[in-house]
Nanobody, 128 residues
Framework: QVQLQESGPGLVKPSQTLSLTCTVS??????????WSWIRQPPGKGLEWMGV???????YYSPSLKSRTSISRDTSKNQFSLQLSSVTPEDTAVYYC????????????????????WGQGTQVTASS
């Protein structure tokens, strides 16, 4: 059974960088052909997909967030992380990490599909 657990500060000041880590147990983040995503849900809104890092380390980001988003991994700790820069109050949301499969690659970027395991989510508030 794969388990994912988000961790990080619950409060971030505007203009600062939001940093979250997802610790994975029950499976390796380097196992073919899985990928690992960050998804968020602002209050009163739907889920917003942010980006993904695949088993081979390749990444793909939402076009609307690409300029502010970075996803990296630490294979020795079986963790992957999210950094979102220049946060505003509009970045307030519950942030989830989740596992999916890589459907294919497009211009070297992994295209995700079929999400099967999710973390419980962590609330992040961007406020001064």
């Amino acid at each position: 059974q794969v388990q994912l657990q988000e961790s990080g500060p619950g409060l971030v000041k505007p203009s600062q960088t939001l940093s979250l880590t997802c610790t994975v147990s029950g499976g390796s983040i380097t196992t073919s052909y899985y990928a690992w995503s960050w998804i968020r849900q602002p209050p009163g809104k739907g889920l917003e997909w942010m980006g993904v890092i695949a088993y081979d380390g390749s990444t793909y980001y939402s076009p609307s967030l690409k300029s502010r988003t970075s996803i990296s991994r630490d294979t020795s700790k079986n963790q992957f992380s999210l950094q979102l820069s220049s946060v505003t109050p509009e970045d307030t949301a519950v942030y989830y990490c989740a596992r999916c499969e890589v459907a294919t690659y497009y211009s070297g970027s992994p295209i995700p599909f079929m999400y099967d395991y999710w973390g419980q989510g962590t609330q992040v508030t961007a406020s001064s």
